[in-house]
């Protein structure tokens, strides 16, 4: 699997965004955008295809996303779920994320903030 990632800056050289690809045999299986217009990043999409699910692509997209804050300066990286979603609930407290406020309509924010 192959991972690439794109770093927006749009009128300095201050990081916007970024976006990260996942492509396993030159099919695009995931992608993960976040906001790094905070000192903390935040997740604004994550996905995987569904045939490539359970495989690894979902920590891959999420490890690459906190090195990149992490190598960017920033506090950390936060993120909203639905609390239904326990797929991506388990996979976020897997990386230490914590829940730290309620949400609209049935989301929670979560963050992993870096020590
Ligand atoms: C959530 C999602 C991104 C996970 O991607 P994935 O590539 O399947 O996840 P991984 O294979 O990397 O799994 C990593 C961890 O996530 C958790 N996880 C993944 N799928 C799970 C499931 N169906 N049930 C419970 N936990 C699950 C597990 O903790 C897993 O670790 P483990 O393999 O050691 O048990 C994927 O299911 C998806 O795209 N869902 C639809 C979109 C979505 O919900 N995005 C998140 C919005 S906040």
């Not at 927006?8 to 030159?26: E, H, Q, R, Y």
């Not at 992608?31 to 569904?50: D, H, I, K, N, Q």
């Not at 993120?79 to 976020?92: E, F, G, P, R, W």
Request: glycine share 10%; aromatic share 8%.
């Amino acid at each position: 699997m192959q991972l690439n990632w794109l770093i927006s800056k749009i009128d300095s050289d201050t990081p916007t965004g970024a976006t990260i690809v996942a492509f396993d045999n030159n099919e695009l299986v995931g992608s993960l955008t976040m906001s790094l217009s905070e000192p903390a990043g935040f997740v604004r999409s994550l996905f995987v295809a569904e045939a490539a699910r359970g495989r690894g692509v979902g920590r891959r997209l999420l490890s690459r996303a906190l090195q990149i804050c992490h190598a960017g300066g920033r506090t950390g990286l936060a993120l909203s779920v639905k609390d239904s979603n326990t797929a991506a609930q388990q996979l976020y407290k897997s990386f230490d994320f914590v829940p730290h406020a309620v949400g609209n309509e049935g989301y929670t924010k979560y963050i992993h903030v870096f020590r």
